[in-house]
């Protein structure tokens, strides 16, 4: 059996699949469109990351794919539908990267809040700003809020605790007397209540008609006054524009965003020089740990798809 890999995929977990398989690794083939369909023809399960676009005409090429492999969680660049309708199994990899996840999140937010990061350059040429940077704050006793309270939010929520925050999380297929909140010591909010008093909010939703443009200009303009904002979630949920205007307003204190609505960030991007802004290239979940098992997790699931026929 063969299984094609387009994008990065720890080396290890490469070789174990080519112990039973026949392995083509190629990560830059997500880069050449054509080389890909030509690829998948002769494939029975394909691999990826969140760039490849597994779509009709992926599909139609790969007529003999049985199960498609994707080296994270996000499946917004496959059509599961179309996926499920041809039997084709999609195999994320559920929480293997939340740790990650979790600890850029909360480090974000200590940065944030803190404020004192953002002028080594200062510093290093002489200048001595201690009094302007005497003003960061600590979390200790504010408020976190989250948005989308799955593994990675709840991961989340038990690290900030652990910093002696106090959390509430807003999830719609969350019922209020459902045994998670008080196995978290989480309370539950609707949105509009934990944007209020939140200061500190992170996003764990997916990218749906439902969520796109979600955090737009009014609904930012609803978040507590020198709050911040962490997205590792998906582009697409945060108007870019509005958030740039906060920042540079004022009304946020800060935030970092790892997703976009357009990646690479397009060059003019209303981002760019936005004051108190963390960018990061779709990171957040990538680590030396989060990797290997993101990579070890997804063989072992295509592999055993494979194998039982």
Known sequence: MHIVISEFMDTDAVDLLRRDFQVRYEP?????RADLLKAVAGADALIVRNRTRVDGE??????????????????????VAACRERGIQVLPATGANARAVAEYV????????????????????GAWPRTAM?????????????????????LTARLARGLDMRVVAYDPMLQGNDPVWKETGVEPADLADLLARSDAV????????????LFDASRIASM?????????????????????????????AG???????????????????????????????????????VSDMVAQRVADVLKQG
């Open 28 to 32: 830059d083939l997500v880069d050449r």
């Open 58 to 79: 992926v599909l139609a090429a790969g007529s003999g794919l049985k199960a498609v492999g994707r080296l994270g969680v996000g499946l917004d660049n496959i059509d």
């Open 106 to 125: 909360v480090t974000s937010v200590l940065v944030l809040t803190r404020g004192v990061y953002h002028n080594s350059g200062q510093v290093a040429q």
């Open 134 to 154: 005497s003003n960061g704050r600590e979390v200790e006793g504010r408020t976190l809020g989250i948005v989308g309270f799955g593994g990675i939010g709840r």
């Open 202 to 213: 992170t996003l764990h939703i997916p990218l749906t008609d439902g969520t796109r443009n």
């Open 224 to 252: 507590k006054d020198g709050a911040v904002l962490v997205n590792t979630a998906r582009g697409g949920i945060v108007d870019e524009a509005a958030l740039a205007q906060a920042l540079r307003d004022g009304k946020l």
């Open 255 to 293: 935030a970092a965003m790892d997703v976009f609505g357009e990646e690479p960030l397009p060059a003019g991007s209303p981002l760019a020089g936005a004051p108190n802004l963390i960018l990061t290239p779709h990171v957040a979940g990538l680590s030396v740990e989060a990797n290997t098992r």
